[in-house]
């Protein structure tokens, strides 16, 4: 029987919120071929922790969320035995078979699409989220702090300033 069918309890949230060791591999594989930095100047996946960036993101989804993700990653790691009959799991296909898995996901159904879609965001959310890395692209880094603008959280907008903005 594949892993991917097994009917494991749910996990809890705090073990929910953690990518698993298959999930993290199967972010490896795509990650490689979605962000080629391989004789760019893009800085190395290898030095950017987008593998904990992901794993903080997923921290703020609810159990049930969570669940589904980890469900819908199941579904892209295993679904190329049917999709493609590669007859290996993503995390095993080479850096061919899994970009032309990767677009026979984008010209699937919703659910692959949507999938695929939400896998691409959070490498790329993950990546990105790296200053450094950004900084190899040309971002000088928040303008807020090259301005000495304070940040102040989630405070309320001054009322003074507040009454004089009109509304429509």
Partial sequence: MLPACEGSPPPTHSEAARL????????ERFAEVYIPTEGTNLRPLSEVPYLD??????????????DEFHTGMKLFDYGSFVVGLYLAR?????????????RRWHA????????????EKLVALGYWQDVEAARRVGYQGPVSDEARILKLGNAPMPIAVAEEIETP
């Fill in 108 to 119: 699937g159904g919703e659910t692959q699409r949507a999938i695929v879609g939400i896998i």
């Fill in 90 to 102: 993503f995390a095993n296909l080479s850096p061919e078979d899994r970009l032309d898995y990767i």
């Fill in 20 to 27: 698993s060791p298959n999930e993290r591999v199967i972010f």
């Fill in 53 to 66: 960036n992901i794993d903080r993101i997923l921290a703020f989804l609810d159990a049930p969320t969570l």
